[in-house]
């Protein structure tokens, strides 16, 4: 395997690094490189101008995440603030995101990175005012760009005004705002979500000396969304930020926010209509509003969540394939990805799945088998300080693979894949993480601009969270500025793949299938919309493997290269017969360069 580090690249062989980056995949009749005319790489598609006027515009588009925290710290104390983050919007353009999903930004103690949020109607001031803030949204507007931001209702702070008021007394008009049981709960060390290092799920409160549910930190007490005023008071939220400008939620926790609290077992009950009801909240004031939802849930339990017409939520992550990605990159191959894909593909015309590779959390691999955990695990996370929780990996992506014709292979992959991609801050120029810090912070640290103190990032003598300074991820070798200069950088790559992919409407909008490429590792998946369709190859393993495709199945017989510009043609006996190397890929439209669909969304 080849383990190239990309400061090793950078620094000592970047001739031979820019041949391993972009070299392949070799085929029988063509070679591909990938050669981007820079002319592309600032330009919006015109695809994405006209779908964003849609109410499905987040089914072409793609989403950028970031923590205002850590992301571009303007008045020099050390933090990230919405002044900071609006400097950075050209940058964001310039990778032609769609949207951006903020992390939480409202007060709060700050014990779980802001997911413990004391007022749902402020803004921390550590990151600014409501004047900065609706600078940035109308600053983002001007650039077409929307704005997601977390909606955090399953719990609050242990310090917000509502659960001081709760905890007071039995007869507080606020008590009934959360959980309570007089009982010591029979699932008190039932159905934790931070195994290893939360203890129960409902905490004994001195003042009263009553249980309160918390399904997360016990500083997180769960709000009761079974009390009418807590429900009012969501919707009350939710309508408050959209006519402040933002396009829709990430939706956190969504299970847990619709369960009904017990007091017994594991495996609680859902209200799926709540669902429905917040959309139908957002559509009253934002049409094109959308719902993000944070649902790590089994594909039969799928249509619950969208609606079985889509009514529910519009976007889902697909964490079922994402931990069957992982899986097949650790392994290889490719069959249980197939699987998982397959598994989540039938949904409303209207929503959409949301497919990234990393989030701000640990790479959740509760839904695979024990054998194939233990597999990602000694490939990705062989250290117990790399695992967390009894289920996942807390480390980036680029460390993680440390590899990087797979880190490719993996970000084309994401891309190629019928959902709309989320890239998480710092992915885009292979960030690493700091194991020294505790938990999932491991992955948060300071975006990495320049190659300057503090990554650029702050001017601050101490930074909010150590920036990544040391090693081969180190600023140093990691940072925007000097990857911007490199045609053959990560950065560059993952522009090249976003305009690939608005280029491409066949993948959002058409119909897909998994074609057989006579080998274990290549997967070949075919999209067909309105005349026009693609043949896009994967090959997982590091090892080069022959695949041989029907051109009958393929439809046609003709496949035009769209990153080397190539034409492929099939044999006299209807075959492509193509060598894909090691972790080679190729984006392939049916047909002529020129057969794009007929028609537009
Ligand atoms: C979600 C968030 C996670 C947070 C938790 C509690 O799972 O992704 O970061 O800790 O909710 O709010």
């Known amino acids: 395997m080849q383990n190239i580090p990309f400061r090793l690249g950078w620094l000592v062989l970047p001739l031979v690094l820019l041949q391993l980056f972009f070299s392949e995949p070799q085929t029988s009749t063509l070679s591909v490189r990938v050669t981007r005319p820079t002319s592309v790489l600032h330009k919006n598609s015109s695809l994405s101008r006209a779908d964003s006027t849609t109410k499905t515009w987040y089914k072409n588009s793609v989403i950028y995440t970031l923590d205002v925290e850590v992301f571009y710290d303007s008045d020099g104390d050390g933090i990230g603030d919405f002044r900071g983050l609006t400097q950075k919007l050209d940058y964001l353009k310039s990778l032609d995101i769609d949207a951006i999903w903020l992390a939480p930004f409202q007060p709060t103690p700050n014990k779980d990175d802001g997911y413990d949020i004391s007022d749902f109607y402020g803004i921390d001031k550590r990151f600014g005012t409501f004047n900065d803030f609706s600078e940035f949204i109308s600053e983002a507007k001007k650039r077409d760009i929307r704005i997601l931001m977390d909606l955090v209702i399953n719990h609050t702070s242990d310090e917000y005004s509502w659960f001081k ?86 939706l956190d926790a969504v299970p847990f926010y619709i369960e009904v609290p017990q007091t017994k077992g594991e495996n609680f009950e859902h209200e799926y209509d709540k669902l429905v009801q917040m959309r139908n909240w957002v559509k009253e004031v934002r049409p094109d ?16 969540y969208f609606g079985d017409k889509g009514q529910a939520m519009n976007m889902m992550f697909n964490f079922y394939v994402n931990q069957h990605l992982f899986y097949a990159l650790a392994s290889g191959e490719i069959k249980s990805l197939t699987k998982a894909l397959e598994a989540t593909k039938d949904i409303p015309q209207p929503v959409q799945w949301a497919q990234f590779l990393r989030n701000h959390d640990e790479v959740d691999l509760a839904r695979l088998s024990n054998n194939q955990r233990e597999k990602v695990y000694k490939e990705f996370g062989p250290d117990k300080n790399m695992q967390l929780y009894d289920r996942g990996i807390r ?6 693979l440390h590899n990087q014709k797979r880190l490719a292979l993996a970000y084309s992959l994401l891309f190629s894949l019928p959902s709309t991609p989320v890239i998480r801050y710092g992915e885009e120029i292979g960030m690493g993480d700091d194991l020294t ?165």
């Open 437 to 601: 810090l505790k938990e999932r912070e491991s992955v948060r640290t300071p975006m990495q601009w320049i190659n300057a103190p503090n990554a650029g990032f702050s001017t601050a003598s101490k930074t909010v969270r150590p920036v990544i300074s040391q090693g081969e991820y180190g600023y140093s070798h990691v940072n925007v500025k000097s990857q911007e200069k490199d045609p053959s950088s990560m950065l560059n790559w993952v522009r090249q793949l976003i305009h690939l992919r608005k280029s491409n409407p066949q993948i959002r909008q058409g119909d897909w299938k998994i074609l057989d490429s006579g080998s274990p590792n290549v997967l070949v998946m075919q999209y067909e919309w309105n005349g026009s369709g693609l043949v896009l190859i994967h090959n997982l393993d590091e090892e080069t493997q022959k695949v041989e495709l029907k051109a009958k199945d393929a439809g046609g017989d003709m496949l035009f290269d769209l990153i080397s510009k190539k034409k492929n043609e099939a044999n006299e006996k209807g075959l492509y017969q193509l060598t894909m190397p090691g972790y080679g890929y190729a984006w392939y439209r049916i047909g002529n360069e020129s057969v794009l669909p007929n028609k537009q969304d």
């Open 165 to 250: 008021a709760s905890r007071k007394s039995k007869d507080s008009p606020y008590r009934d705002w959360y959980v309570w049981k007089s009982k010591q709960p029979a699932n008190q060390n039932k159905g934790m979500v931070f195994p290893g290092v939360q203890k129960e799920i409902w905490t004994l409160d001195s003042l009263t000396n009553e249980y309160y549910l918390h399904r997360f930190y016990n500083f997180e007490p769960d709000l009761n969304a079974q009390n009418p005023e807590v429900v009012a008071e969501v919707e009350k939220i939710i309508k408050y930020w959209l006519k402040k400008g933002v396009a829709g939620f990430r």
């Open 395 to 400: 480390r980036r992506i680029a460390p993680m």
């Open 289 to 304: 509003g959308v719902i993000l939802g944070e649902a790590n849930i089994e594909p039969k339990e799928n249509m619950n």
